[in-house]
């Protein structure tokens, strides 16, 4: 079965840091583009970043530039988000997800939760 | 405020058909392919429609999408109580180097 399992959410003070993982597991994981997508609460899906199969392109939306890092580790099928310098604004359901060939996210997984306030 | 641009809500009874638009610009849907999601009350989103107009296996052939210039457009008829969700579009922006999403439609089937 294709899966992907988040993980690594939790309450975090302004400022703080936070490390999101996702386990993928019943496909090639290096075959496919992976995404980090988030929703926050009461509101609609925000990309976040994606990146290539080998890790050496990277994409953010321009509100987690050079606060948020994407990587992947191929050989232990895990895709990562490093979140630094936490904001309230990214509190949200964080969701990995999986990449089709034109930039859609055909598995998702079941979300981890980031809070973010004092 | 998305730079995808969906109408909040749309409704319908069931066994009525419904569409659900998705404005954008030449940087995204006009030249890149546009995807459809739905996602359930407290579940994660599911692809319905990817390469504009392509329905994954498992999806019903209810659910059919197009795309006309710089909007696309879902289109689910049959409505059932279990359409009632709502939907996103989506789309890489070639000017911009990200995925976007639109702001969403909440669609009540009556």
């Known amino acids: 079965e294709v899966q992907l399992v988040e993980s690594g959410g939790g309450l975090v003070q302004p400022g703080g840091s936070l490390r999101l993982s996702c386990a993928a597991s019943?496909?090639?994981?290096?075959?496919?583009?992976m995404s980090w997508v988030r929703q926050a609460p009461g509101k609609g899906l925000e990309w976040v970043a994606n990146i290539k199969q080998d890790g050496s392109e990277k994409y953010y939306v321009d509100s987690v530039k050079g606060r948020f890092t994407i990587s992947r580790d191929n050989a232990k099928n895990s895709l990562y988000l490093q979140m630094n310098s936490l904001r309230a604004e990214d509190t949200a359901v964080y969701y990995c997800?999986?990449?089709?060939?034109?930039?859609?996210?055909?598995?998702w997984g079941k979300g981890t939760t980031v809070t973010v306030s004092s | 405020q998305s730079v995808l641009t969906q109408p909040p809500s749309v409704s319908a009874a069931p066994g009525q058909k419904v569409t659900i638009s998705c404005s954008g610009s030449?940087?995204?849907?006009?030249?890149?392919?546009v995807s459809w999601y739905q996602q359930l009350p407290g579940t994660a989103p599911k692809l319905l429609i990817y390469?504009?107009?392509e329905r994954p296996s498992g999806i019903p052939d209810r659910f059919s999408g197009s795309k006309s210039g710089t909007s696309a457009t879902l289109g689910i008829t049959g409505l059932q109580t279990g359409d009632e969700a709502d939907y996103y579009c989506?789309?890489?922006?070639?000017?911009?180097?990200?995925?976007?999403f639109g702001g969403g439609t909440k669609l009540t089937v009556l």
């Open positions: 997800a999986r990449e089709g060939t034109s930039y859609y996210m055909d598995v």
């Open positions: 030449s940087s995204n849907i006009g030249n890149n392919y």
């Open positions: 390469d504009n107009n």
């Open positions: 019943g496909f090639t994981f290096s075959s496919y583009w």
């Open positions: 989506g789309t890489w922006d070639s000017s911009l180097s990200a995925v976007l």
